[in-house]
């Protein structure tokens, strides 16, 4: 059954997903199957930087909003599914670059670029992250300026918020951390 869904993808996308906006760079080289949903993509987005995916997302893509609509909700534009648009139909290439949006209260801004598109090869299971560098934001930090504070106080152990930041985001936190097997161990379990 396996070999036989690693049939179906025609050709791959290696993108490089960036965090926008942050120095030193945060960011994921992934290859994806063309053919997913954006909705796919977002999971494993989720898994490579990683995020804990209870916030809110869109792509941004040729000036068109792809997510998850709410027919309650109007956010003044009309939001596209990202269900049922593919990558390779809204990203048709090489060098194609879009953004996907998590989080829009601290407003995490990815830029996507298609770096290239290679045939699968037929021993590795897609999704699979090929490199990156440094940790990811730990979840609801308060975006790029919470972040930058967030650094500063786990850095200075006489900063005021020193010990209830390390106790929040769990004991330690190295923004130098990239754990790749753990990455990859993540988009396995991506159904």
């Known amino acids: 059954m396996a070999a036989q869904k690693q049939r179906q993808i025609e050709s791959v996308y290696q993108i490089k997903v960036t965090l926008k906006d ?70 048709s290439g090489a060098r194609a670059r879009f953004i996907y949006e998590y989080d829009f209260g601290d407003g995490w801004e990815h830029e996507i670029v298609v770096e290239k598109i290679v045939p699968p090869e037929a021993d590795i299971k897609y999704p699979i992250c090929l490199a990156g560098k440094r940790a990811c934001p730990p979840e609801d930090c308060g975006g790029i300026p919470g972040y930058a504070r967030f650094l500063e106080a786990i850095q200075n152990p006489k900063h005021e918020e020193h010990e209830s930041l390390l106790r929040w985001v769990g004991g330690s936190f190295d923004p130098e951390a990239f754990d790749l097997d753990d990455i990859n161990y993540r988009l396995k379990r991506i159904k």
């Not at 796919?40 to 893509?61: C, E, G, T």
């Not at 709410?70 to 139909?89: V, Y």
């Open 22 to 91: 942050i120095r030193p760079p945060i960011w994921r080289r992934v290859q994806v199957p063309s053919n997913i949903s954006l909705n796919k993509l977002h999971r494993i987005l989720q898994a490579v930087m990683p995020w804990d995916d209870y916030h809110l997302h869109q792509f941004i893509i040729s000036k068109l909003y792809y997510g998850e609509p709410d027919p309650d909700d109007d956010f003044g534009f009309e939001l596209k599914s990202d269900r049922t648009a593919k990558l390779n139909q809204v990203a």
